[in-house]
């Protein structure tokens, strides 16, 4: 039986929030409504991944399903391609790289937001004179696919023939480029913790005021098994260690390469090799949510409102990906690749007497690249099936050797 009652998350707002809009409440509520049902149907509890798949992912309500802002100065975070294009003109280089030694071929992005990086990929690909056959868009979100399209409309409609969106995995025989930013964060994370009586999983109740997280006998097939791996290689965890793990970035990357038959995935996003991801110190996990533009702890809190992430163990995703069939090709800081794919060319080009732009460039640059902004937190990881070459983002450095 549940035991162990931790804090409940969702009767106020911590106060540093901003309250939302009497109708983002009455969105939310239907949220809660429609997720206290499904705990009513599963005996009063739910492991806390399935939660976070709700309030992310449930169809019409959830954060990314629904048609809250999310994205940008005036939603609830930035990413990298929203920041400038010059994150896409470094990534177009790479994937030309790519798409040379295999003759041609299909870029696959999964997870594409507002279709910036989309619009921008294809504008600097078409400029580098090696456009993909098709660009395929995975994207669970109807509202984002809707968004997708009007974002490649306005900025590339001239490349729209090419665009095709996905309802599942491509078809098996795949060749080319598959690009994902931000994809990994957003999967639903299982939560553990260390407690006298051994390994306990997270599990999500309904108190009578809000919803609350307890710690139980774990029930999610392979999480024992993964803390177990983690404990034989790292060490032991302390009693009241708390973390999370991605147990469902394994099939997902299983599901992926059965379908290459020649190419690279490349994948950006935030997070550490399983050394420093499980690092004693980092004792209460990696979850953290973001509400415009407030990071803060509390996932419980506004469903369907509010973006809930973890950071990423990229030794698991090599490993998995090893696991599937695919090799190593380089794993290295988000600053790295991108001057190792010749941001500093990009930037000389920029004229210096055209004083605006050039203030604005380098403003992002600086976001994209300095270690106390994006630099070093982003790591960007590549896994390649039959590749030879080695890939120009991680000539100058590649730290595939920590994972
Ligand atoms: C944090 S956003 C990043 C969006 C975009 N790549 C960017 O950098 O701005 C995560 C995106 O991944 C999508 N997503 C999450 N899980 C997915 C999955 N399994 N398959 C396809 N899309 C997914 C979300 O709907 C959303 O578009």
């Known amino acids: 039986m549940p035991n162990n009652p931790q804090q409940n998350h969702s ?139 009007e974002t490649l409309a306005l900025r590339a409609a001239h490349l729209m023939d090419r665009v095709q969106w996905l309802d599942a995995m491509p078809e098996p025989g795949f060749s080319g480029v598959v690009v994902a930013n931000e994809l990994l964060d957003a999967m639903p994370v299982s939560c553990f913790t260390v407690a006298e009586s051994g390994v306990q999983e997270g599990f999500v109740r309904w108190s009578g005021e809000g919803f609350e997280r307890y710690w139980d006998e774990p029930v999610t097939p392979g999480l024992m098994q993964a803390v177990a791996a983690l404990q034989a290689a790292l060490g032991p965890f302390a009693v009241g260690y708390e973390s999370e793990l991605n147990l469902r970035a394994d099939s997902w990357l299983r599901s992926l390469a059965q379908r290459v038959e020649r190419g690279a995935l490349l994948l950006i996003d935030y997070g550490y090799p399983a050394a420093e991801y499980y690092h004693p110190q980092r004792s209460m996990g990696t979850l953290m949510c973001h509400y415009r533009h407030r990071a803060h702890d509390a996932p419980l809190i506004l469903p369907g409102l509010q973006d809930i992430t973890a950071h990423v163990d990229f030794s698991s995703i090599a490993r998995a990906g090893r696991d599937a069939g695919l090799e190593l090709k380089g794993y290295t800081t988000q600053a790295h690749f991108l001057l190792g794919c010749g941001l500093d060319s990009l930037l000389m080009e920029s004229d210096p007497n055209e004083i605006e732009s050039h203030i604005t460039l380098m403003q992002a640059v600086k976001r994209l690249t300095m270690p106390t902004e994006m630099g070093e937190r982003f790591k960007v990881i590549a896994l390649g099936k039959g590749i030879e070459s080695p890939l120009m983002g991680f000539s100058l450095r590649d730290l595939s050797g920590r994972l």
């Open 11 to 149: 009767v106020g707002l911590p106060t540093e929030l901003p309250e939302p809009t009497p109708e983002a409440r009455e969105h939310s509520n239907c949220l809660i409504e429609s997720i206290r049902a499904e705990l009513t149907q599963s005996g009063g509890r739910m492991p806390f991944d399935r939660f976070m798949e709700l309030a992310l992912y449930a169809p019409g309500l959830g954060y990314y399903s629904a048609g809250a802002r999310k994205f940008g100065e005036a939603g609830d975070f930035v990413t990298a391609p929203e920041i400038s294009s010059l994150f896409a003109r470094c990534l177009a280089r790479q994937c030309r790289e790519l798409l040379a030694e295999l003759a041609g071929g299909d870029l696959l992005e999964v997870g594409a937001g507002t279709g910036v990086l989309a619009a921008d990929l294809l504008l600097e690909l078409e400029a580098l004179q090696m456009l993909p056959e098709r660009y395929f868009i995975l994207e669970l979100s109807p509202d984002l696919q809707q968004r997708q399209h």
